[in-house]
């Protein structure tokens, strides 16, 4: 299992919490506050966090916003005493995987667990390859993007040597520099991993 946070401003309900999960064989780190939670997590890190919505200050949803707004491959969970229908719409609209109701069930938050870690391990493998892509991206010259911009828009080498004023070698030159660079074997499968990255964003 991969990291677990829970984050609640109620010591009873984090106690409580933390000796269910033991009890189930996961170790969780608890949190008494929404702010000491991003001061202190690495959110470049897989992991599952358990948030109240109802905390004094940031509270979980406030948390909630600002965790989506970044990329990370953490999975938010929402846990509340007073949940409605609509409450459930928004926080799943802002990127929680579930919304849990107390008093908490353990079969049915373990089985959340689960599935949240195998989200959290799957968007850290995406994340890393975006950022891969990305790299190879900010490795080409400047030259070589714009002839690979133009190669992506199906110009022919004798097109994209009349608009850059260049002859139609040097495109070639810059044609395979910039496959390599990207990783591809050719046109279709640089489009294919540019999608990738483009998914991410």
């Known amino acids: 299992m991969i990291d677990v946070y829970l984050v609640d401003d109620d010591p009873d309900v984090l106690a409580s919490l933390k000796w269910m999960l033991e009890g189930l064989g996961i170790k969780a780190r608890a949190f008494a506050s929404a702010e000491d939670f991003l001061s202190t997590v690495d959110l470049a890190r897989p992991a599952v966090a358990v948030l109240d919505v109802q905390m004094p200050d940031m509270d979980g949803m406030s948390l909630l916003e600002v965790l989506s707004s970044r990329p990370s491959p953490l999975v938010p969970l929402m846990l509340t005493g007073h949940g409605n229908i609509s409450m459930a719409v928004k926080a799943i609209q802002q990127g929680a995987m579930d919304f849990i109701e107390k008093p908490v069930d353990g079969d049915k938050l373990l089985a959340l667990l689960r599935q949240a870690a195998r989200v959290a391990t799957e968007r850290a493998v995406s994340l890393q390859q975006s950022a891969d892509i990305q790299q190879r991206l900010d490795s080409l010259s400047p030259r070589e ?26 495109v070639e030159i810059h044609r395979r520099n910039l496959l390599e660079k990207m990783a591809a074997s050719n046109v279709a499968e640089l489009a294919f991993v540019l999608s990738k990255l483009h998914q991410q964003r």
């Open 145 to 170: 993007t714009d002839v690979m911009h133009r190669v992506l828009e199906g110009k022919l080498n004798k097109t994209i040597a009349a608009e850059l004023f260049i002859t139609q070698r040097t």
